[in-house]
């Protein structure tokens, strides 16, 4: 097990709500990484946070938002929620970027289900 | 843009034999690549990284090739054991190293046989 955990373990949303997903990273970690996984397929970069600042993004709309707090924790904000924003929604944490050091660790993951 | 393939089709084989399981890409140039594991209703764990200027690296029963030139990775397991079945990630780094973004593949379900 790695030391990253997520909460809550599971969701159930309707569309058109709001919904926040939490991450405390692995002591020593500065930088806190947010991947959607949908049934079947592998992880999508959803957006990197690295000293409370966004420093990275996929291809996701401006409703995904996020937020990293000084304990390098972070939140996964998503506004207006769509059917297919159901998925797993994975938290990784590492050191900061550089070629050196960029191995992830994930937690187990929020499952999201949109109705 | 940029595309990840992995085995499309779960991989049976049985104990004691070498599992290699394949990854290509195309119109991407990563820093380096790396290879997770995934158990059902479970996050990627981390296995190997391999950097662009590296040909091959092992651990333990695990070895990962680089080939840059082919755009393509193998990932091999020897004296595979029914505990090694799992989805194999492989998963592509940033191009120029500045971020962690990984560009994953949709995975390779891999079933050791006893």
């Known amino acids: 097990e790695t030391g990253v955990t997520q909460s809550p373990t599971h969701l159930i949303k309707t569309r058109g709500q709001q919904v926040t997903l939490r991450c405390s990273s692995q002591?020593?970690?500065?930088?806190v990484s947010w991947y959607q996984q949908a049934l079947g397929q592998g992880p999508q970069f959803i957006f990197q946070?690295?000293?409370?600042?966004?420093?990275g993004r996929g291809n996701f709309p401006p409703r995904f938002s996020g937020l990293q707090f000084p304990n390098y924790s972070s939140e996964l904000n998503v506004n207006a929620l769509e059917l297919d924003d159901s998925a797993l929604y994975l938290c990784?944490?590492?050191?900061?970027?550089?070629?050196?050091?960029?191995?992830?660790?994930f937690g187990p993951g929020t499952r999201l289900t949109v109705l | 843009s940029q595309k990840i393939e992995q085995n499309s089709e779960a991989l049976n084989i049985q104990e004691g034999k070498t599992a290699t399981l394949t990854c290509n890409y195309t119109?991407?140039?990563?820093?380096?690549l790396q290879w997770y594991r995934q158990d059902p209703g479970r996050g990627p764990v981390f296995l190997l990284l391999?950097?662009?200027?590296?040909k091959e690296k092992r651990k333990e029963r695990l070895k990962v090739t680089f080939d840059t030139t082919l755009k393509q990775s193998l990932f091999h397991i020897t004296a595979s054991q029914p505990a090694d079945s799992a989805t194999y990630l492989c998963a592509l780094g940033d191009e120029g190293g500045a971020t962690n973004k990984l560009i994953f593949g949709t995975g390779t379900l891999l079933a050791v046989q006893p």
């Open positions: 119109n991407y140039s990563p820093a380096y």
């Open positions: 990784a944490s590492s050191l900061a970027g550089g070629v050196g050091n960029n191995e992830q660790f």
């Open positions: 946070y690295y000293r409370e600042e966004e420093n």
């Open positions: 391999i950097r662009e200027n590296e």
């Open positions: 002591s020593g970690h500065n930088t």
